[in-house]
């Protein structure tokens, strides 16, 4: 059984800091990139950063600077590094694991944890 475990998230004022968690088990096929995404109340889910299992990594614009994803290959998971938090970062944060097996591909969401930043 595929799980997605993700921690970390919480009240924090802005200025501060967090970070995130994602924690992936239970994945039989190989992982090609894990990554955050977010989604603030009545807006879409965004990208907000994602790193390959080479170490290549991507961020959106609005928290380049700002954000530091990682990834520990040997326990499949993978971070997020928060810093110098805005009101406008309040979300709700989903891990997303992307897999590929040949011409198999997919991909994992976990269940989201809160963000809130108060100004």
């Known amino acids: 059984q595929v799980q997605l475990v993700e921690s970390g998230g919480g009240l924090v004022q802005a200025g501060g800091s967090l970070r995130l968690s994602c924690a992936a088990s239970?994945?039989?096929?190989?992982?090609?990139?894990m990554g955050w995404y977010r989604q603030a109340p009545g807006k879409q889910r965004e990208l907000i950063a994602t790193?390959?299992?080479?170490?290549?990594?991507n961020y959106a614009d609005s928290v380049k600077g700002r954000f530091t994803i990682s990834r520990d290959n040997a326990k499949s998971t993978v971070y997020l590094e928060m810093n110098s938090l805005k009101s406008e970062d309040t979300a709700v944060y989903y891990c997303?694991?992307?897999?590929?097996?040949?011409?198999?591909?997919?991909?994992?969401w976990g269940q989201g944890t809160q963000v809130t930043v108060s100004s």
């Open positions: 790193i390959t299992s080479g170490g290549s990594t």
């Open positions: 997303n694991v992307k897999y590929s097996f040949g011409a198999l591909k997919g991909e994992y």
């Open positions: 239970g994945i039989i096929f190989s992982i090609s990139a």
